[in-house]
């Protein structure tokens, strides 16, 4: 899973917000911050392998994975929009952040859909899932950048 921009900001955003202002605890946050990075990376990834090897039989909890982690990308494209000026933003930033909404709207519909899957369709969905979510997260990570 490709979500390890979005949470490695959340994570150092909560980090850098009860840091001090000396050297030694802005060297001290650094690592911190790259520590929780790596942990938080470590366990996304581990999580979403897991629930893409999920089968029919499991489609519940695929499924809630599936929400859950959704939830926590609207949560922060809900942030990032929030900085945003459209008024101020070049034509890329623009670009970008309607990419985001696009990928969110068929993220959402991909996940509803797994609700009317059945076993012979489960695959498909599930990997139309995945592939939402690789598009989502590419999108957070361009509409971060500009």
Wanted: hydrophobic share 40%; proline share 1%; glycine share 4%.
């Amino acid at each position: 899973m490709k979500f390890i921009p979005c949470v490695a900001a959340l994570v150092g955003a909560a980090v850098l917000a009860g840091s001090g202002c000396t050297k030694q605890k802005s060297t001290d946050v650094g690592a911190r911050v790259k520590d929780a990075y790596e942990e938080a990376k470590t366990a996304v990834a581990d999580a979403w392998t897991d629930a893409k090897s999920y089968t029919f039989e499991k489609r519940r909890e695929f499924s809630a994975s599936a929400r859950s982690l959704t939830t926590k990308m609207d949560s922060e494209v809900e942030q990032m929009r929030a900085s945003y000026s459209e008024a101020k933003a070049s034509a890329n930033r623009k670009k970008a952040m309607d990419e985001l909404k696009s990928a969110q709207a068929e993220l959402k519909a991909k996940v509803d859909a797994l609700g009317h899957a059945t076993a012979s369709t489960w695959d498909s969905a599930k990997q139309e899932v995945v592939a939402a979510w690789d598009r989502c997260e590419a999108a957070c990570r361009k509409a971060r950048e500009d």
